[in-house]
């Protein structure tokens, strides 16, 4: 794709990883009632599925999105709740799947909620994570991969909402965005 400088994880990084996590998730949550898998729409749609089908636990899957970017490259710094969860999370051990963790504050406001409405517990599963561009001291319980302050594109992950249907996830070259800011 000429719109991509490279790619940071190809499908079948991608499957390794998302194997591992799920095996993760299994382990972690043996023994618990009904988790609920908490898909933070749009960008990690196509990780929460991929995800979610790879565990032998049986999960309840809710969806919630959130906006935190509008159409640029850097987050506004204030989450938005565009979509709540459709059930309460009451006495439910919560699992967070996220694209990637940025500034930290979009986990940090879910975390907030899920814990004011009830959650038992709140777990975050997350595909990429950019420490280095942290505000919030705040770090998911596994993350697939780590990268740097690169703005990436694929596997849900969006620029300006394209780019999400490409199966691998890379860096979007600069010119794509540049002045656009
Ligand atoms: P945070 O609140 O700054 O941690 O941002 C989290 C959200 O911003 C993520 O869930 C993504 O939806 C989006 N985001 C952060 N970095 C990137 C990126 O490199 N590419 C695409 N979306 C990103
Ligand atoms: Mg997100």
Redesign the pocket.
Known sequence: MEDIERVVADERQIAKKVEIAARWLDERFAKAVEPVAIC?LK?SAFFFCDLVRAMKTPVLTEFITLS??GDGTC?TGA?KLVADLSSPVAGKDAIIV??????????VLLKELLFERGAKSVTCVALFD?PARRQKDVKADFSCFETGD????GYG???AQRYRTLPYVGVLKREVYAGKK
């Open positions: 933070v960008g935190s970017y987050s989450p996220e694209d990637i963790i940025d500034s930290g504050n979009t986990l950019k690169e703005f990436l594109v992950l969006d620029y």
